[in-house]
């Protein structure tokens, strides 16, 4: 069983810089694409970026595109988002979640059902 442990949310002001980590520990994710995704209370869990296990393709929302820069380090089983020029509509609960496919189209990678390990949450507040 892999499990996620992500850190490094926090309370920003817009146009600051976030970096979130997502540690895994158990069973690698040798092989297996790696999401972040974030969810606002009473909302739907929606996804923010996708990374291949070898870093070469990625996936942005396009509400992040050009603003965030997903990662990853296989040698330490961690993944990254960077967040750079942060909005208010920013704030949520970002998950990160293991896939259990190596990649495809969009309509895979973007479906949250494909993600079958998750880590606890971590909270990004972005004040205005």
């Known amino acids: 069983q892999v499990q996620l442990v992500e850190s490094g949310g926090g309370l920003v002001q817009a146009g600051d810089s976030l970096t979130l980590t997502c540690k895994s520990s158990?069973?690698?994710?040798?092989?297996?694409?790696m999401g972040w995704f974030r969810q606002a209370l009473g909302a739907e869990r929606e996804i923010v970026a996708a990374?291949?296990?070898?870093?070469?393709?990625?996936y942005y929302a396009d509400s992040v595109k050009g603003r965030f820069t997903i990662s990853r380090d296989n040698a330490k089983d961690t993944v990254y988002l960077q967040m750079n020029s942060l909005k208010p509509e920013d704030t949520d609960v970002y998950y990160c979640?293991?896939?259990?496919?190596?990649?495809?189209?969009?309509?895979?990678?973007?479906?949250?059902?494909?993600?079958?390990?998750w880590g606890q949450g971590t909270q990004v507040t972005v004040s205005s």
């Open positions: 979640a293991r896939g259990n496919f190596e990649w495809g189209p969009t309509s895979l990678v973007t479906r949250t059902s494909r993600y079958v390990d």
């Open positions: 158990g069973r690698p994710f040798t092989g297996f694409a």
């Open positions: 990374i291949t296990y070898t870093g070469d393709t990625t």
